[in-house]
């Protein structure tokens, strides 16, 4: 069994490609964030004519979490318990289409896309910690029900954990940054206290995931890792392989991710 996620930047934008990588690698799963899109406007064909079955959480052009299974969709939960809500200087807050979870084939899949902080005095890394805070209370929780669950949080963390999952660490340390903060590295590093674990980094050392538009940051290989898939005790004992598709960030109208792609047996 393959699961895979993929921060797509506009499903509709991309979705031939999508279609073409799902046909090429042929993955069981595929958690999707950053679909851009709301019930009405998206593409279900896609999927469906891959026979795939699809769940979606969006409700405007921002954010948007997608899981599409080919091995079952079932107990589709959007959001998750605890889930702070967000609204610009307080004012009319929602819950932000961030999050959807589904059993697929027996396995627990979460697609996630976690907040990004902006910059490190903007009110936004406030409910970036406090929705990693939330998740992570929930997962817990999760894990002490069940502690042979088999769970999978995938997504785009926005946070690159080490060092050596930016680049130039000195650049994003001089100019203060996002997503190397310690309060960042430190929620990330809950879960993993918590019992997930990074499954693809053993597989992958050295790569990144996400190369920004600007800069020529794909073709001067100034990248980041910021793409995980975190797999419970259960889950990881089934783990075989992983990889990151850099090829898929090539090429005209490539999403500024790269899909990661986890191999499971048993």
Known sequence: MKIATWNVNSLRARADRVEDWLRRTDVDVLAIQETKCKDDNF????????????????????????????????????????????????????????????????????????????ALDDEHMGYKLSWLDALKQDTVGWLEADPQAQIALMGDWNIAPKDEDVWDINFFLENELTHVSAPERAAFAAFEDAGFTDV???????????????????????????????TSPALTARVTGASIDREERKGKGASDHAPVIVELGG
């Open 43 to 118: 593409p279900w064909e896609l999927f469906e004519n891959n026979d795939y079955e699809v769940a979606h959480c969006g409700v405007n052009q921002w954010n948007g979490v997608a899981i599409a299974s080919r091995v079952g969709l079932d107990d589709v939960q959007r959001g998750f318990a605890g889930q702070p809500e967000f609204g610009k200087g307080g004012k009319n807050p929602i819950l932000e289409p961030r999050a959807i979870g589904a059993t697929c084939g027996g396995v627990r899949i979460w697609s996630l896309y976690v907040p990004n902080g902006r």
């Open 200 to 230: 693809v980094r053993p597989h992958t050392e050295g790569q990144f995931t996400y190369w920004d538009y600007t800069q020529l940051r794909f073709p001067k290989g100034e990248g980041m890792r910021i793409d995980f898939s975190l």
